[in-house]
């Protein structure tokens, strides 16, 4: 096929936007390479799957597939309003953190309007303001930190309607304390609203997470069950705000874009907690195992407070980006910041042993393989 | 709770929306009676249920539900290429037509920008173009029939970027055949791109359904799963149309907003066309038995190439609004049309037995009660 070009209906908006996508998916690669991958490690999914409970209320639930799902996903919002402590009113479920972030952009920012966010974090958020046509402003990590104080900065200096914090942060797995993320609440413009990216809350240390408190405009907080509880998949996120911005969500939503099943396999799988705690013991396991293999050849995995590891592989970007394509080339799927000097690290999930283990095999042949590259270059 | 209030925050066009929603689930509609349905009739789903297939393909799928889908839906993209006989990069994937019809109206309608419809025709529609800011230009049906020609003449007149037609439609359930879509088509301004909703083309005689021709940049195409396949609760949408235009969906939508078991789910329902005709069949015989229960009380069912019919009540506007409530009191799910003349009908899905039976059962309870009303007020 040839390449596409644009309709000329497109609007200028849409004509303007990129052939591109954020994110190349794992069968995406598989079918370029044309060999399955040993190890799934680069997408942060939970490779110990999700709950018994879950898998046993998505099999009796599978007659129902013909009945569309709750639009309002009542009892889910219910359960979630319960289990953090808010009103339902202030509880959104939508197709993945994804979802909600293009909602949320759509609803803020008219073209042109400035949205702030760290250089090298999450690339949907920017595909959305991208999309919507927001005028993207970006802030280094400190270290490999997000910077809450220079993003507040910013939003005061652009006019910001939003402003992107994720923490845990990804692709670092670093975190803040839940101090320093209410004093950057304190300080931010009345104009903003900061979007607090906490996919991987479940696996942080309690002090990272600041209390819930529904009637706080100055903030919405997303959550997901596509992490620690193993259910990418079935595509369930939510959001907590005031209900004045969770209102307005439904003012544009697919109404009936939610999975009648994944809303039940979200419900199961909050009522299994036992299972949630003892995925997040596995994924701890699983990041001191990914630290030894890691130190094992000379590298520096940072701390994590999530599903993944960033593993320093000191050389810089390029080096790095060798190292990937050399473990991509041994069936071991990773993924790898985007930007310096973030870009010295590669991206591994927490993921099962078998998993590990193929990394481990993998990694002192692709780093190798990437020093021989480096030596012919130099 | 208070109503809610708009965030100041909010684009001056999300501002302007209502807070309203296109349709209100049968799942409200239980908590605000606090009492369940008998009969499941008003969303135009398939009480026969999905292939068994599907549920086998489901529960096995089911562990995997840890894995995010393949973004590019690749497998049954495929499939439906090879089924409808076109490239894969004419076949988008979405979350319910609804998705699809919303990401289509984004990525061709600029605030202020015409769109056409009939009026009486599908709201989620006109709440996309609303949504987007788009001038919503409506044409009256002609008798139970949307009015190709007029639709045309009307996107001539406005400049309109889109043109919506259902063939067959909803909420009437008549048909056109395809030489009067293709003859619409000719008749097609350069600057609209005619969306052809085909929601229910599996119920329809084939003489309604133009052939497949993946160059045509004059309309595109859209077909669900939830009806004759009977997943409305897995989300699955299609579109077909030129590559070029199916290309712009990538630059907006949700890559990774497919459920992985949704596309197992229809991968596994493409292999069971037997079941799809035997669906049909009894959706076929279920139109009949409405027909027979319609007429039994001296009411009249329009013929319908869908899975629902339009019954004429036979008495305008709000006496079907009354045998509407009446039903609905009576624990029979319906909707209706929200536009005279069409709405002298009521729309009732073509069911299992047991539905039918509580709706044979209501019928003339509601009839009666509803002419008790009118007299009342007269």
């Known amino acids: 096929m040839s390449e596409p070009q644009n309709d000329p209906r497109l609007t200028p908006l849409a ?9 190349v998916g794992p069968e995406t690669q598989v079918r370029t390479r044309g060999r399955p991958f040993a190890a799934r490690l680069g997408a942060n999914e939970c490779g110990f799957g999700p709950s018994p409970r879950v898998i046993e209320a998505l099999r009796a639930a599978a007659p129902e597939a013909w009945m569309y799902g709750d639009a309002e996903s009542w009892e889910l919002r219910q359960a979630l309003a319960a289990r953090h402590g808010v009103p339902i009113e202030s509880v959104i479920v939508g197709e993945g953190i994804d979802g909600l972030l293009g909602y949320l952009v759509r609803l803020l ?32 990590y400190r270290g490999d930190f997000e910077d809450p104080e220079a993003l507040v900065a910013t939003a005061e200096q652009t006019g910001a309607r939003l402003v992107y914090l994720a923490n845990p942060d990804n692709p670092m797995g670093s975190w803040h304390g839940a101090e320093r993320i209410a004093a950057a609440l304190d300080a931010l413009p009345g104009h903003a609203l900061m979007v607090l990216d906490e996919a991987y809350a479940d696996f942080a240390p309690a002090e990272a997470i600041p209390p819930f408190y529904a009637g706080d405009r100055r903030v919405i907080r997303m959550r997901t069950f ?16 005031h209900p004045d911005l969770i209102a307005a969500f439904h003012k544009v939503r697919n109404h009936f874009g939610m999975c009648r099943l994944s809303q039940t396999a979200a419900l199961a799988s909050l009522s299994d907690p036992d299972h949630l705690a003892a995925t997040v013991a596995k994924v701890d396991a699983a990041k001191t195992e990914l630290g030894r293999i890691a130190g094992a050849h000379g ?6 407070a999530t599903n993944f590891v960033a593993i320093d592989c000191g050389a810089g970007g390029d080096f790095a980006r060798a190292v990937l394509r050399e473990l991509v080339a041994r069936d071991v799927f990773v993924r790898m910041p985007g930007v310096a000097p973030l870009d010295r690290c590669i991206r591994v999930s927490a993921g099962p042993e078998g998993d590990l ?9 692709a780093l190798a393989a990437a020093r021989e590259g480096a030596d012919a270059r130099a």
């Not at 590298?299 to 994590?304: E, I, K, T, W, Y």
């Not at 283990?357 to 042949?365: D, K, M, N, Q």
């Open 299 to 304: 590298l520096n995995a940072l701390p994590s």
């Open 357 to 365: 283990a193929a990394f481990a095999r993998a990694l002192p042949e």
């Open 226 to 241: 596509s992490k620690a509880h193993g259910l990418a998949g079935m595509r369930v996120g939510y959001a907590i705000g």
């Open 109 to 140: 920012v008219a073209p042109g309007e400035a949205v702030v966010t760290s250089a090298g974090a999450y690339p949907t958020f920017a595909y959305h303001v991208a999309g919507y046509g927001g005028a993207l402003h970006t802030v280094p």
């Open 15 to 23: 004509a303007s936007l990129p052939f591109a996508v954020p994110f």
